[in-house]
């Protein structure tokens, strides 16, 4: 079955304790994406990558890191977490750039920093 | 990428069918429109894109006029499980960021 898949679907941490949320995709898309989503403001992407070795902010990348060693996986990597980033994440993936918008979601990654 | 206007929220029945317009006054010529669907906790999923006129799927209608300005995504006969939130989009195709509005709360009723 074709799909996006991200681990954790739930993490409670602590201030300052470095972690990573991983995302995993079985299309052999080049594009792949974070975003966050807040209430009241809406899914925001934080980081987005062209294809492999390639990666660029989106309009909230601070206090986040990303790499994309391999076409499949795409990880979320929090050096530092901080309450503010509180939040429920999505990775995102889609093929070429021929077809922009159907990108496919993963479940969601729903992270709590205390 | 365009910026979009659309309802914050709409209600409806069971059975009845559902248009739900965007606005998109500043689209540019390479622009497409699209709509994706959001349940509680999960992720967005895609529904229909389009140039203009109209484009129909299994789910869905996207109705598209001349001036391409705006964009209505009619949905036949809802059911309770359509109440979510949907979201219009238009860039073009190849972009690298996709922004998403607040979206239009649908809710669906007995």
């Known amino acids: 079955e074709a799909q996006v898949t991200q681990n954790p679907r739930y993490l409670i941490t602590v201030t300052g304790k470095k972690l990573t949320v991983t995302c995993s995709q079985n299309?052999?898309?080049?594009?792949m994406s974070w975003y966050r989503q807040d209430p009241g403001l809406g899914l925001r992407q934080i980081y987005y990558?062209?294809?492999?070795?390639?990666?660029d902010k989106g309009d909230v990348p601070e206090g986040y890191k990303v790499s994309r060693k391999e076409k499949r996986n795409f990880p979320l990597i929090l050096e530092s977490p901080s309450p503010n980033q509180t939040s429920l994440y999505f990775c995102?993936?889609?093929?070429?750039?021929?077809?922009?918008?159907?990108?496919?979601f993963g479940p969601g990654t729903r992270l709590t920093v205390t | 990428l365009a910026k979009t206007t659309q309802p914050i929220s709409m209600d409806s029945y069971e059975g009845q069918e559902v248009n739900i317009t965007c606005s998109h006054n500043?689209?540019?010529?390479?622009?497409?429109i699209t709509w994706y669907q959001q349940f509680p906790s999960q992720g967005p999923r895609f529904i229909i894109q389009?140039?203009?006129t109209k484009v129909t799927n299994e789910v869905a209608s996207l109705f598209i006029p001349a001036d391409r300005k705006s964009s209505t995504l009619s949905l036949p006969r809802v059911s309770l499980s359509d109440t979510a939130v949907y979201y219009c989009?238009?860039?073009?195709?190849?972009?690298?960021?996709?922004?998403f509005g607040k979206g239009t709360m649908l809710l669906v009723s007995p």
């Open positions: 500043n689209i540019a010529t390479n622009d497409y």
């Open positions: 995102a993936s889609r093929t070429d750039s021929s077809s922009l918008y159907e990108q496919y």
């Open positions: 389009g140039y203009k």
């Open positions: 990558s062209m294809n492999v070795e390639v990666t």
């Open positions: 299309m052999n898309h080049e594009y």
């Open positions: 989009l238009v860039g073009e195709l190849g972009y690298s960021t996709l922004t």
